[in-house]
């Protein structure tokens, strides 16, 4: 079945980074789009990031830019996020998942379980 | 950016009720509405694409409705498990793809 499965979270100091990593199983990793989102403790969902099935084309949310980065490896059907000076407000669980594309909407689905980033002195 | 608002933030219902969740969007965004369930400590899942399409395996008594700036997410007839929080995003041109603040359905 269809399933993706973050990991690398952890708890990392104010300033520090961290690469989280989102493995695809189930389906053609590399015809599809895939993105980033995060849920602050007790809050509601924020789109982070956007790449295309070639990782040519990428997007980020004002809030990330300039200190995350995006990319993914088809050959190894893998999406990365790659998180730099970190602060307290980037304490999150962070989700990857899959785009779907038509020629009249798009949607996300399905998403992974999540992993949780605290960042923290 | 797009900004999505979402109501009511919080409502209380009985099993077996009709509810009904809106959500309004600062510009026209045509059919480009998805809306997700999420249970507490899960992922959120995909409940209706494209406004108005049901996601497989969602029950039919999930729809979705609406065109252009307002939008609904129905509920026929509540069954335990859908007391959870409700979230319409919009998926219009570029990003950033903004999400409501969520509903909180609980139970009455």
């Known amino acids: 079945q269809v399933q993706l499965v973050e990991s690398g979270g952890g708890l990392v100091k104010p300033g520090g980074s961290l690469r989280l990593s989102c493995a695809a199983s189930g389906f053609t990793f590399r015809d599809y789009y895939m993105s980033w989102f995060r849920q602050a403790p007790g809050k509601g969902l924020e789109w982070l990031s956007y790449?295309?099935?070639?990782?040519?084309?990428?997007y980020y949310a004002d809030s990330v830019k300039g200190r995350f980065t995006i990319s993914r490896d088809n050959a190894k059907n893998s999406m990365f996020l790659q998180m730099n000076s970190l602060t307290a407000e980037d304490t999150a669980v962070y989700y990857c998942?899959?785009?779907?594309?038509?020629?009249?909407?798009?949607?996300?689905?399905?998403w992974g379980q999540g992993t949780l980033v605290t960042v923290s002195s | 950016d797009i900004q999505m608002t979402q109501s009511p933030s919080s409502l209380s219902a009985s099993v077996g009720d009709r509810v009904t969740i809106t959500c309004r969007a600062s510009?026209?965004?045509?059919?480009?509405l998805n809306w997700y369930q999420q249970k507490a400590g899960k992922a959120p899942e995909l409940l209706i694409y494209a406004a108005a399409s049901l996601q497989s395996g969602v029950p039919s008594r999930f729809s979705g409705g609406g065109f252009g700036t307002d939008f609904t997410l129905t509920i026929s007839s509540l069954q335990p498990e859908d007391f959870a929080t409700y979230y319409c995003q919009q998926t219009y041109s570029t990003p950033p793809y903004t999400f409501g603040q969520g509903t909180r359905l609980e139970i009455k």
């Open positions: 998942a899959r785009v779907v594309v038509t020629m009249i909407s798009r949607w996300f689905d399905p």
């Open positions: 790449t295309s099935n070639s990782g040519n084309t990428i």
């Open positions: 510009q026209s965004i045509s059919r480009y």
